[in-house]
C-alpha cells in the first residue's frame, strides 16, 4: 500500500519537475548570481503558477539572503522557496463544519469540466471508509449523463443517490436528500451540481436558490460549500475561484488533476489572494488518490 506522502510525491511530480529543471537551467554553470538570473528564476517560479506577487518576493528575498552570503546553491533556493510556501499555506488547516445535530451538508459546485462529480463520489468512499453513513444527491439536472454517473458511482462505492428527473428542479432534489438522509440517519450528505460558468446569472441564481431550499430543509445546511476547480488550467483555476466567491458564498475549494499538470503552484497562489482553505486535492484517477490537503506534505513534495 502506497504511503500518503508517496501519493503527493507522484501526484506532484510534473510540478516539481518543473520547477527543479526551472530553476537549474539558469543557475547551471553560473559562478555569480546577477540580475538575469534572478529575472530567469523569476520566470521560472511564476511558470509554475505560484503567482506573479509570490514570486517576485520570493525573488527578492534569495537575492538578499545570497548578497548576505546566506545562500549559494540550487538547493538553498528550493529550500527557502519551501519555506516561503509553507509560511503562506500555514498549517492550520481547518475542519470540515459539522452538523451537531445531523447530518452534515455538503454542497459541491464548479465549471463543466472540473472533475466535480467523480470528486464528489471519491469523497463518498473515503467518507464512508471512515466509517460515516453517507448519501449523494443528484442536483445535476440538466444533464441525464450526470445523474447516471452519479448512480453509477454511487454503486460502485456503496453509497445511496436521491435523483430527480432530467430539466426538473435542481433545489428540490437537494431538499429531497436533505430530508432523506434524516430520514436514514445518514451523517454526509453530499450534493453533486450541474457544471456553471460564474458568468452564466441564471445557473448561479439557482446556487443561491439551493442554499435557501437546503435551510428549509435542515437548518443551518448547507454546511461547507466547496468549489472543484481543475489544477492543469493553472491561473484560469484561480479566477474561477476568485469569480465564483464573488458570487457565491465558498468555504473551500477541492483541486483537480494536479498529477496531470506542472502548474502546482496555484494551489499556493490560490491560498494567497483568496485564503480560501484547500480541503482536498486530486492527484491521480484512482479512488484512493484523492487526498486531504496537508501543507507540509505539499512543500516537502514540491521542493525537498
Known amino acids: 500500500m502506497k504511503s500518503i506522502f508517496s501519493i503527493f510525491r507522484n501526484g506532484l511530480q510534473k510540478t516539481k519537475t518543473s520547477l527543479v529543471r526551472g530553476i537549474q537551467s539558469v543557475f547551471s554553470g553560473v559562478s555569480k548570481w546577477d540580475e538575469s538570473c534572478y529575472e530567469d528564476l523569476e520566470a521560472a517560479l511564476i511558470a509554475t503558477d505560484l503567482g506573479v506577487d509570490i514570486s517576485v518576493n520570493l525573488v527578492d528575498d534569495i537575492r538578499d539572503r545570497y548578497q548576505r552570503g546566506e545562500i549559494s546553491t540550487t538547493e538553498d533556493i528550493m529550500a527557502v522557496t519551501r519555506e516561503t510556501v509553507l509560511g503562506i499555506l500555514g498549517n492550520d488547516q481547518p475542519e470540515i463544519r459539522h452538523n451537531p445535530d445531523g447530518p452534515t451538508v455538503i454542497l459541491m459546485a464548479g465549471v463543466n469540466g472540473s472533475g466535480k462529480t467523480t470528486t464528489t463520489a471519491k469523497l463518498a468512499h473515503m467518507f464512508k471508509e471512515d466509517g460515516r453513513n453517507v448519501l449523494l444527491g443528484a442536483a445535476d439536472t440538466y444533464r441525464a449523463a450526470g445523474t447516471e454517473q452519479l448512480r453509477i458511482w454511487g ?79 493553472g491561473t484560469n483555476a484561480l479566477i474561477q475561484a476568485r469569480e465564483f466567491g464573488k458570487i457565491f458564498d465558498l468555504t473551500g475549494l477541492i483541486l483537480t488533476k494536479l498529477d496531470g499538470t ?43
Not at 494567497?272 to 506534505?297: C, K, R
Request: glycine residues 12%; charged residues 20%.
Open 262 to 304: 506542472g502548474k502546482g503552484g496555484v494551489v499556493v497562489a490560490i491560498r494567497h489572494e483568496l485564503g480560501l482553505p484547500v480541503q482536498f486535492i486530486g492527484l491521480g484517477e484512482a479512488v484512493t488518490d484523492l487526498q486531504p490537503f496537508d501543507s507540509e506534505m505539499f512543500a516537502r513534495a514540491m521542493f525537498e
Open 155 to 233: 454503486e460502485r462505492v456503496g453509497v445511496p443517490v436521491v435523483s430527480g428527473t432530467k430539466g426538473g428542479d435542481a433545489a428540490a432534489v437537494a431538499y429531497d436528500a436533505a430530508v432523506s438522509a434524516q430520514q436514514r440517519g445518514a451523517d454526509l450528505v453530499l450534493i453533486d451540481t450541474a457544471g456553471r460558468q460564474h458568468t452564466h446569472r441564471g445557473l448561479m441564481e439557482e446556487l443561491a436558490k439551493m442554499r435557501r431550499t437546503l435551510n428549509k430543509a435542515l437548518p443551518g445546511a448547507p454546511h461547507e460549500a466547496w468549489l472543484t476547480v481543475d489544477a492543469s488550467t
